[in-house]
């Protein structure tokens, strides 16, 4: 694993949108994996920027959806789906069917979660995922003690998760749906490079127990510890909490080629 601490969101995002640039060089179709929440908005914007100013071609990425609400009304401006079409897809001037997510208003939720998962290996797997993480650990919405294993399928929210999240429900939490569909962890393990941002000190000591912790369930988002290829990009703040802070910093300015991630 890889940790690169940042001076803050702004340069955090700006990084890891050159470490999308420099995929989208490469492979012009990778499938990018994005996550939600106000974490990976700064990355989305630096992208947005470089695809406008010319210095990279996105018109043939594709983008797949890491989790969604269960039971929102189709369209709703807070479901992950409107979420992402509005911060990525379009901004990105994708076509709609460059863009993938689970069908969080399926009858038959458990079909839809098996089909989102085939459909992800159809796809060929996704070549970058971003993540955020919850203040508890979670990734995706697989809230602590979800199997390291698991694979896309349907999670109930912690109600802390609920309170974090009813900022964008008019902080009503009656608001915030209880049900969610999520890739699981052994999914999200799937894809080619797991990149998670986190910003603030809100998300220091989970950042803590997530980077120099012990794997487990209960921090969802330590196993990236068992991913070959996982970088953890934070600012100051999210990294206050790192005893190996100090040591972080040296490997990255000492990292013979050390432009991207
Ligand atoms: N499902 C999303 C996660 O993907 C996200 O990482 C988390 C943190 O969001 P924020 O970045 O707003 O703190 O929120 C939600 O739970």
Redesign the pocket.
């Known amino acids: 694993m890889e940790v690169v601490i940042v001076k803050d969101a702004k340069a955090g995002g700006e990084l890891i949108a050159d470490g999308i640039a420099d995929l989208l060089r490469r492979k012009p179709d990778a499938l990018l994996g994005v996550?939600?929440?106000?974490?990976?908005i700064p990355i989305y914007d630096a992208l947005t920027a470089q695809v406008r100013a010319g210095s990279v071609d996105a018109s043939r990425a594709r983008i797949a959806q890491?989790?969604e609400y269960v039971g929102l009304p189709a369209g709703h401006p807070e479901s992950?789906r409107s979420t992402v079409l509005r911060q990525v897809v379009e901004p990105l001037g994708l076509p709609a069917d460059h863009f993938m997510g689970p069908d969080g208003s399926a009858e038959d939720v458990q079909a839809a979660c098996e089909a989102y998962d085939k459909a992800l290996v159809d796809a060929g797997g996704v070549d970058l995922q971003i993540?955020?993480?919850?203040?508890d650990g979670?990734?995706?919405?697989n809230e602590p003690c979800s199997s390291l294993a698991s694979r896309t399928r349907i999670k109930t929210?912690t109600e802390q998760?609920r309170v974090?999240?009813a900022r964008f429900f008019d902080d009503d939490i009656d608001q915030v749906p209880h049900h969610?569909i999520?890739q699981g962890i052994g999914t999200i393990l799937e894809a080619r490079h797991l990149v998670l941002?986190?910003?603030?000190e809100?998300?220091a000591e989970a950042v803590a127990q997530t980077v120099e912790g012990p794997v487990a369930a209960l921090v969802p988002a330590s196993a990236l510890q068992l991913h070959p290829h996982a970088t953890v990009v934070v600012d100051e703040a999210a990294a206050s909490k790192l005893k190996l802070a100090d040591y972080f910093r040296h490997t990255y300015a000492s990292k013979p080629s050390w432009q991207g991630i």
């Open positions: 996550a939600t929440g106000s974490t990976p890491l989790d992950y993540l955020g993480i919850g203040t979670h990734i995706g919405f929210l998760t974090d999240n969610v999520t941002l986190a910003t603030g809100g998300k």
